[in-house]
């Protein structure tokens, strides 16, 4: 890798889409070309302030999230590093975490709820991209979501959506919006082998960087 990587930053509400729109991004980059790299995987083991009234723990606050682990990965890979980082499994029993390996790309791809929150983070961002969902589709993507991946029961995760995600899209995510580069809607659902064209622009941009 000569150059220096381009870093692109794809942030929207949970639920939105961003993580699969990202995944089409890097299909059609193609590997050799790209690092991803989910916030998902800075989780901390223990949310510091605790759980919820009714023990549904909040992971929709930045607090939970190993932010400057995070900032420093990054930075790792713009010098040229490769980074390890355990898979991080949602608290789920049934599956036993990876060592993940990031390797230094021309362009990395950095995904998260958080991405544009945390100053470390975006200030080390050279694209922002901002994935935007009609909110009855984000909750039924959370529904569908969590309870084929995660477990969740219908119960909690409708009681995570009103006290824990809807305020902090509005806290701590939509108001980063006007930050964005590009804001892509995302509110078709695509068929198996189907990619939106969004993601097509996308890459037709990146693949500049890279000529």
């Known amino acids: 890798m000569a150059n220096t990587p381009y870093i ?56 939970v999230i190993e932010d400057q682990a995070f900032a420093n990965d990054l930075f790792q890979l713009k010098q040229g590093n490769t980074v390890h980082r355990r898979e991080y499994t949602f608290n789920n029993p049934a599956i036993t975490p990876k060592m993940l390996e990031f390797k230094p790309a021309d362009i990395i791809l950095v995904e998260g709820i958080f991405v544009f929150h945390f100053p470390a983070v975006a200030q080390q961002l050279d694209l922002k991209v901002f994935v935007e969902t009609k909110e009855h589709l ?63 622009v996308l890459v037709a941009y990146l693949k500049t960087k890279l000529s």
């Open 8 to 63: 692109v930053g794809i942030t929207g509400g949970s639920g939105s889409g961003k993580t699969q729109f990202l995944h089409w991004v890097h299909r059609l980059l193609g590997e050799e070309h790209c690092c991803l790299v989910s916030q998902d995987n800075y989780y901390r083991d223990f949310p510091p302030h605790g759980l919820a009234e009714n023990k549904v723990i909040n992971f929709d606050e930045p607090s």
């Open 138 to 200: 984000k909750l039924q993507r959370r529904i569908v979501r969590d309870t084929r991946e995660r477990g969740y029961p219908l119960e909690d995760i409708l009681y995570m959506y009103r006290h824990h995600v809807a305020p902090a899209y509005e806290k701590y995510i939509d108001p980063h919006k006007h930050e964005a580069d590009l804001i892509f809607p995302n509110n078709q659902e695509y068929d198996e082998g189907e990619r939106p064209t969004t993601a097509e």
